[in-house]
C-alpha cells in the first residue's frame, strides 16, 4: 500500500530539547511539506521541498530545521529555539505541485505526530 | 492575495437532515479548490476537489461542492448526515503562483446529534 508515514504517534520532550519527527513516502511524489495545527486553527506551513537536497521556508518556519536528502524522507527537527512546540504536526506530499491542474497539487497527509513539551 | 474563509466555526446537525459547510475565497488566479475532513487525531482526507471540468464536485462519503465564481464560493452540502461525519472540515485553495501552496481555512467542526 502505497502512503505516508508519520512516527512516532505520540512524542513527549523536556524543555530545551531537540527532537526530530520523521515523515516517509512510498507515493513516488516529488514535493513534500510540513504543517503545525493548534486546537481551533487551520494549518500553518512550516517548510515544503519541491525536489530532493531543496526546501523553501513556509509562514512559520522559525525555530524548525529540515532535510531532504532522499525523495522519500523529510524529517523535521523542532530546536529548542521554537518557543511554543507543544502541536499537532502533519507531513503531507503532493505528485508535481508546479504543474496545473488539481491532480498534481493534491495533497496526500500522513496520520500526524502529536509533540507534547514537558 | 489568496485567502480562504470558512464561514462558521461550528455546525450541528441532527442525523438525517442535511448538512451547510460554507466557504469563501479569494484569488486573482483561476483556483484550485480542496476539502479535506479530519477526523480527531488524524490526518487529513481529501474529499473533493474542484478541476474546472465541471462546477458541481461529487466527491467521497456522498459530499458535493459548487464552485460559484460569482459568489467566490465552494460550499460542500450532503443530503443526509451520518453519525460518522462527524469531524473537522477544512476549504483549502492553491496559491497559483510563486510556491504554490495550499492556504487552509480554519476549519468547521461538524456536530451530528441522533
Known amino acids: 500500500d502505497g502512503g505516508i508515514t508519520q512516527s512516532p504517534k505520540y512524542l513527549f520532550r523536556k524543555e530545551g530539547q531537540n527532537v526530530t519527527l520523521s515523515c516517509e513516502q512510498n507515493?513516488?511524489?516529488?514535493?513534500m511539506y510540513w504543517y503545525r495545527q493548534d486546537p481551533g486553527q487551520g494549518l500553518r506551513l512550516i517548510y515544503y521541498?519541491?525536489?530532493?537536497?531543496?526546501?523553501q521556508k513556509g509562514d512559520i518556519a522559525e525555530g524548525y530545521s529540515v532535510s531532504r536528502e532522499k525523495k522519500e524522507s523529510f524529517p523535521l527537527t523542532v530546536t529548542s529555539a521554537q518557543k511554543n512546540p507543544t502541536a499537532f504536526y502533519l507531513c503531507?506530499?503532493?505528485?508535481?505541485?508546479?504543474?496545473?491542474?488539481?491532480?498534481?497539487?493534491?495533497?496526500?497527509f500522513g496520520p500526524g505526530t502529536r509533540l507534547t513539551v514537558l | 492575495a489568496q485567502s480562504v474563509t470558512q464561514l462558521d466555526s461550528h455546525v450541528s446537525v441532527s442525523e438525517g437532515t442535511p448538512v451547510l459547510l460554507r466557504c469563501n475565497y479569494s484569488?486573482?488566479?483561476?483556483?484550485?479548490l480542496f476539502w479535506y475532513v479530519q477526523h480527531p487525531n488524524k490526518g487529513l482526507q481529501l474529499l473533493l476537489k474542484y478541476t474546472s471540468a465541471a462546477t458541481l464536485v461529487k466527491g467521497i462519503n456522498g459530499f458535493e461542492a459548487e464552485f460559484k465564481k460569482s459568489e467566490t464560493s465552494f460550499h460542500l452540502t450532503k443530503p443526509s448526515a451520518h453519525m460518522s461525519d462527524a469531524a473537522e472540515y477544512f476549504c483549502v485553495v492553491l496559491i497559483s503562483t510563486g510556491r504554490r501552496a495550499l492556504t487552509f481555512g480554519s476549519g468547521t467542526r461538524l456536530q451530528v446529534q441522533p
Open positions: 484569488s486573482s488566479y483561476s483556483p484550485s
Open positions: 521541498s519541491q525536489i530532493v537536497n531543496d526546501f
Open positions: 507515493l513516488n511524489h516529488d514535493a
Open positions: 503531507a506530499s503532493s505528485i508535481d505541485p508546479q504543474r496545473e491542474g488539481s491532480s498534481y497539487n493534491e495533497q496526500f
